[in-house]
């Protein structure tokens, strides 16, 4: 499978703020103690160490009950035995590596540099988690068993409302005398179940909606997040796992395009037609 493929839609201006590529594996008691090494080789591109509580998210079931929203679910404190969750971040506070004993992560975000693509951040993640599974080994513990994959990414828009760029938002409007027509905020949540061939292989989750964030600076805008979990047997291999990958990223972007307008496709560059 090529690494992008040629009728996937492509935007010069994507809205694109975060990408998140993870794997989530057996936990391994124990995997803290190979964080100090782990991130001393690695201090050149991510020297800021940071500590968070953990995140504890099920195993995506694909069967036909509907899962829960959303579908990320973050604990103030650490379950008890269990240990919290440690960032490494680059200089200029664009990659992130999450680490806790369960899982392997890394994001990029918006800050100063443009979106670097897909293609690049694929690269780094498995560069990265291919030296920490190493580490792992030299360590005495065991490899990762993995238990599911998640490609995620989330867009943020502030020039225009939901209703403009969403098309299930521009649905919701009324035709009520004395009434605007659209309404002031929207909260979109839906999941959808993706399938090879007939058997059901990961689920796609959407939500969209008004929102704030205080970095880079404080501003309102909405976030439109797509989220690609697919369960993964113990016994695939990288390469099964990284084709899933791409898998994941093809689904979100052709999500993402079937659910916006025309009119945002052009204001973002869309170049594919």
């Known amino acids: 499978m090529a690494l992008r493929p040629p009728d996937l839609p492509d935007y010069e201006a994507p809205p694109v703020d975060e990408v998140i590529l993870g794997v989530q594996y057996?936990?391994?008691?124990?995997?803290?103690?190979?964080?100090?090494?782990?991130?001393?080789?690695?201090?050149?591109?991510?020297?800021?160490?940071?500590y968070y509580p953990?995140?504890?998210t099920p195993i995506e079931q694909l069967s036909n009950e509907l899962p829960f929203l959303p579908v990320q679910i973050q604990?103030?404190?650490?379950?008890?035995?269990?240990?919290?969750?440690?960032?490494?971040?680059?200089?200029?506070?664009?990659l992130i590596i999450q680490i806790q004993n369960d899982r392997f992560m890394h994001n990029w975000r918006r800050r100063a540099s443009e979106y670097p693509r897909f293609e690049f951040l694929?690269?780094?993640?498995?560069?990265r988690y291919e030296m920490y599974r190493a580490a792992l080994a030299e360590a005495g513990q065991q490899r990762p068993q993995p238990l599911q994959l998640e490609v995620s990414y989330v867009n943020w828009i502030v020039d225009q409302t939901i209703s403009e760029f969403f098309r299930p938002g521009a649905?919701?409007?009324?035709?009520?005398?004395?009434?605007d027509r659209y309404p002031e905020q929207q909260q979109w949540a839906g999941s959808y179940l993706a399938r090879d061939e007939s058997q059901p292989l990961a689920r796609l989750t959407l939500i969209c909606g008004a929102a704030m964030r205080l970095v880079p600076q404080p501003e309102r805008g909405t976030q439109f997040q797509l989220t690609f979990k697919a369960p993964l047997q113990p016994s695939?291999?990288?390469?099964?796992?990284?084709?899933?990958?791409?898998?994941g990223r093809d689904t979100i972007?052709?999500?993402?395009?079937d659910l916006t307008t025309a009119p945002s496709h052009r204001r973002w560059g869309r170049t594919d037609v």
């Open 75 to 94: 604990f103030p404190f650490a379950p008890q035995n269990l240990t919290g969750r440690t960032w490494l971040v680059s200089s200029d506070d664009s």
């Open 253 to 257: 972007v052709r999500a993402f395009t």
């Open 54 to 56: 953990r995140i504890e």
């Open 122 to 127: 694929v690269q780094r993640f498995w560069e």
């Open 171 to 179: 649905a919701a409007n009324v035709q009520i005398r004395g009434v």
């Open 26 to 50: 057996a936990p391994i008691l124990g995997s803290d103690t190979v964080l100090s090494s782990y991130s001393a080789s690695i201090a050149s591109d991510y020297p800021n160490v940071q």
């Open 236 to 247: 695939a291999t990288d390469d099964q796992i990284k084709e899933l990958a791409l898998v």
